[in-house]
């Protein structure tokens, strides 16, 4: 049996601004928001005991896999992204129209680039925003040939 996504929790910088992004600009939905209190030192190697998660998810596909926004209470001041970071480099969703590209411009978050690639063979039309936390979110469009 092999691996099959689940999520991607991101430790933000501005929760409500983070929130906005995901759910009014890419139209994910909150399926889950919630305090944890656990041993986050040991888990996440996290100074603090309790986090809130809030989860969101494409509320026609229950398996196309869940962000989580991490508000960590452990008073470290966060600062948005700057450069690639170790690991992670963006973070990439399939989107149907460009619908979604002009409303996050109308929200305050425009496309920074544009282009063309192929992945597994299928042209996609791709355009890269930056979400509140300075993540490089990739939103990719199949194009008709």
């Avoid at 998660?53 to 196309?64: I, K, M, R, T, Y």
């Avoid at 926004?69 to 989107?95: C, K, Q, T, W, Y």
């Avoid at 929200?107 to 680039?113: E, I, M």
């Amino acid at each position: 049996m092999r691996a099959k996504f689940h999520h991607l929790a991101i430790a933000v910088v501005d929760f409500e601004q983070s929130l906005r992004f995901y759910r009014d600009g890419l139209g994910l939905q909150v399926v889950f928001d919630e305090f944890l209190e656990r041993d986050w030192q040991r888990l996440l190697r996290s100074p603090c005991r309790r986090i809130r998660e809030v989860a969101l998810a494409d509320p026609e596909d229950p398996h196309a896999g869940v962000i989580a926004l991490a508000v960590f209470e452990d008073g470290i001041d966060r600062r948005p992204a700057v450069g690639p970071p170790v690991g992670v480099s963006h973070l990439a969703f399939n989107i149907a129209s460009d619908e979604v590209v002009k409303r996050l411009a109308r929200l305050g978050y425009p496309a920074h680039g544009e282009g063309e690639t192929v992945l597994g063979g299928v042209k996609l039309h791709v355009s890269f925003v930056c979400d509140p936390n300075g993540i490089v979110v990739e939103l990719a469009r199949a194009v008709d040939a």
